[in-house]
């Protein structure tokens, strides 16, 4: 069962709700998941006045880190699984009675 983020430390805390801020990044012709958008880090580091800036950015890159990861895992088991169908349907023989 996933641990609810009120189960973390405040900088951790307050890591997630900045990164949930962020826009996402995406590559635009291939539309691979690049990331979050990190250009408004300091406008919310210091709207939020967080105190702990280095501690709150390091669990932020932890978490990026972990998001990308799982991200380009579950697309590259779509592929997969999208390779492997078309595999199955091209593989197909059909017989024909004519006559």
């Known amino acids: 069962m996933p641990l609810e983020p009120s189960a973390f430390p405040e900088e951790v805390q307050v890591a997630f709700f900045i990164f949930s801020l962020f826009s996402d990044h995406w590559e635009g012709m291939s ?3 690049l990331g979050k958008n990190w250009d408004n880090l300091p406008y919310y580091l210091e709207l939020y006045e967080v105190q702990n800036k280095k501690e709150v950015i390091y669990f932020m890159k932890i978490f990026e880190n972990i998001v990308v990861e799982n991200r380009h895992s579950a697309a590259e088991r779509k592929r997969k699984q999208k390779e492997t169908a078309a595999k199955n349907s091209s593989s ?3 017989a ?4």
Request: hydrophobic content about 20%; glycine content about 20%.
């Open 31 to 33: 539309g691979t998941y």
């Open 92 to 94: 197909k023989q059909f």
């Open 96 to 99: 024909h009675k004519i006559g």
